[in-house]
């Protein structure tokens, strides 16, 4: 496989290497995607104190278009982009990152599926996997052993339509994510109203579809720490789906409305660390976070409130000592700042993190000299 290489790189900090650092438990090291063109820094690095709530910025690289969903490889020290483009120019892309934030692009490849919208790492680290919106299909690239795709990539092909004519005239996968036991691989398929059930490695076919509600759109799903549970927004419906999982099977257990006017723009779900709560991210009207109270017990959630952000909040991420929920507003240019309160689920606006049209946020522990 024949890399392409970039030219561009903007940082606070621009080092060749990266030097020894001493683990600061407290700063968390964050990383951004956005939509931006590729000559402007799409994917950029900041340091966030989990305990204070302060940040710095740190640095950005260019070089891909519209980097809009991201994920981390802490064992390679590797970010993995998206390149969100129509067609044959969407791509895959590889940075590398040191400790104080400072970013290299070092491979671009192509997904041979348009709109890449999602990437994640398969769970033992040996492949990458991007779900493409317009491509209606998954890619996944084995990685060599310095974490680059190489050979020719995997590309799984779907079919169908919704009953929603404008929205779900196609498959549109969205999301990949795999059960707790590493067993199946999950797609959702806003396109279709599946969750699609794959094996995990990736031979033959699916192991079966899960069918929702038709016309309610597929979009992200989350699972509780002990692997119990399972919970799917769907975009177009606004409803959370509960399923009570055992190995590769998902069962229904309760659906129930995250999104209350009807705004057909749900996006992101996670739960707290603590597992006590869990937020969903809603746009296009009434523009915030839907809080819920999680049951220990029989996992089914009780709608208990709602918290408005800025506009279009796409994606957020909670720290690891679950204080703060980060929420990328896309359209107001800032990454807002929420306390947490970890007793009532209830969340404080403490600031924002002014950046250009982001989409993703990916936390990881920080290391700093």
Known sequence: MNHTLPTLLLGAA?????SAQ?????????????????????????????????????GGVCGISN??????????????????????????NVVNYCADGAMTLTATDTTGG??????????????????????????????????????TPRIIRFSGNGPDSARQSQPHIHQITFTP?????????????????LPSPF?????????MKPGSGPRHTTFSADGRHAYMLSEISGEVTAFAVDSNHLTPIQTIAADTVGAEGAADIHISPDGRHLYASLRLAADGLAVFDIDPTTGTLT???????????RNFAITPNGKYILV????????????????TGRLTLRGAIPTARPTCIALIASEKK
Not at 191 to 196: A, E, L, N, W, Y
Not at 203 to 211: M, Q, R
Not at 330 to 338: G, H
């Open 22 to 58: 001493k683990p600061q438990t407290d700063e968390l090291l964050m990383f951004t995607g956005s939509y931006a063109p590729a000559d402007s820094a799409g994917v950029r690095s900041f340091i966030f104190n989990q305990q204070t709530g302060e940040w710095s910025a740190l």
């Open 114 to 151: 348009g709109a890449p919208c999602h990437i994640t790492l398969t769970p033992d680290g040996s492949s990458v996997v991007t779900a493409n919106y317009m491509g209606g299909s998954i890619t996944i690239y084995n990685l060599d052993a310095d974490g680059l795709p190489e050979g």
């Open 181 to 197: 036991d590493a067993s199946a691989m999950l797609a959702n398929d806003l396109g279709t109203d599946k969750i699609h059930i």
């Open 328 to 343: 990328a507003c896309r359209d107001s240019n800032e990454i807002e700042i929420y306390e947490r309160d970890s007793a």
């Open 67 to 92: 980097p809009s969903f991201i994920t981390v490889d802490t064992a390679r020290s590797k970010i993995y982009s998206v390149g969100e483009d129509a067609g044959n120019s969407s791509t895959i």
């Open 203 to 211: 031979a033959g076919n699916s192991i079966s579809d899960i069918d």
């Open 14 to 18: 621009l080092l060749t290497g990266c």
């Open 303 to 313: 709608r208990i409130g709602h918290q408005p952000t800025g506009p279009h909040p």
